[in-house]
Nanobody, 123 residues
Framework: QVQLVESGGGLVQPEGSLRVSCAAS????????MGWFRQAPGKEREFVAA????????AYADSVKGRFTISRDNTKNTLYLQMNSLKPEDTAVYYC????????????????WGQGTQVTVSS
């Protein structure tokens, strides 16, 4: 079993930056694909970014490409999402997730989920 705990969310002004983290425990996630998803009020949970087991490949939603960077540190069992040039439409609860399957963007493929951290972009 894997427990995922997100941190680092908060309130940030438009064009600002924020880094959210996800600490894993209970079992190493170094053999799993890791991803970030987000859910805004009244909307479906959507894919943001994913990273392969050793960080050799990444994928991003078109809406965040060039602004967000996903990374991982398997020695610390931790996943990160660096968010730059934030926009009000990035406001959402951000969830990290772990998948035992091969590299995927599909939320249905992810086996473990954190509780989420709120990111609010507003002036």
């Amino acid at each position: 079993q894997v427990q995922l705990v997100e941190s680092g969310g908060g309130l940030v002004q438009p064009e600002g930056s924020l880094r959210v983290s996800c600490a894993a425990s209970g079992r190493t996630v170094s053999t799993m694909t890791m991803g970030w998803f987000r859910q805004a009020p009244g909307k479906e949970r959507e894919f943001v970014a994913a990273i392969t087991r050793i960080g050799s490949s990444t994928a991003y939603a078109d809406s965040v490409k060039g602004r967000f960077t996903i990374s991982r540190d398997n020695t610390k069992n931790t996943l990160y999402l660096q968010m730059n040039s934030l926009k009000p439409e990035d406001t959402a609860v951000y969830y990290c997730a772990a998948a035992q399957t091969f590299f995927t963007r599909l939320k249905s493929d992810y086996d473990y989920w954190g509780q989420g951290t709120q990111v609010t972009v507003s002036s």
